[in-house]
């Protein structure tokens, strides 16, 4: 199923509901390869930086801000370590710095135009690093989707993102 949102009770009673019955259960918050090799990237690179900003943007009608997949993005970088975040002194608007977890900060636009764009922007002293996935329509899910259907017929229980179907 391709969603986001669920909260770990819900991912449990999927998982319960899986090993009752037999079956497979695959939850893939994103179904694009380019956006999973780009999860993948920014888990590499995270130990060696001290600061991450998550920026991602959708079209106007999405309805949950940050995205699940900009939210799985936050939490798996954050898992293992604590990020420097800049909170200046004086916000003249609030909460201008976006949202924060472990010290990474998540910025959310919504507006006509765009499809889904991810971008993960390390710092440290003299330099910064981009990595960004922009989804341009959406063919770029087909292969992600299709990889799904095949494997969830031979998967037993929950299975939660296109990694792990993949074996990233």
């Keep these: 199923m391709g969603a986001s949102g669920f909260s770990e009770d819900q991912l449990k009673q999927l998982d319960a509901l899986a090993n009752d019955n037999g079956i497979g259960i695959i939850v893939a918050p994103n179904f694009a390869l380019g956006a999973i090799v780009l999860k993948k990237l920014a888990e590499q690179a995270a130990p060696h930086f001290d ?39 004086k916000e003249n608007l609030a909460n201008t710095r976006g949202g924060e977890h472990n010290g990474i900060s998540v910025h959310s636009i919504r507006m006509p135009g765009r499809s889904a764009h991810h971008e993960v ?19 770029c899910y087909m292969p992600g989707v299709v990889r799904c259907i095949r494997d969830v017929v031979t998967r037993p229980g929950l299975v939660i993102g296109l990694e792990n179907v993949l074996g990233l």
Excluded: C, W
């Design 51 to 89: 600061y991450v900003d998550i920026v991602e943007s959708h079209h106007e009608a999405k309805i949950d801000s940050p995205s699940g997949f900009a939210l799985a993005l936050m939490r798996s970088l954050g898992e293992n370590k604590q990020f420097t975040r800049n909170q200046p002194e």
């Design 121 to 139: 922007i390390f710092g440290a002293a003299g330099q910064t690093v981009s990595l960004r996935h922009d989804t341009l329509d959406r063919s």
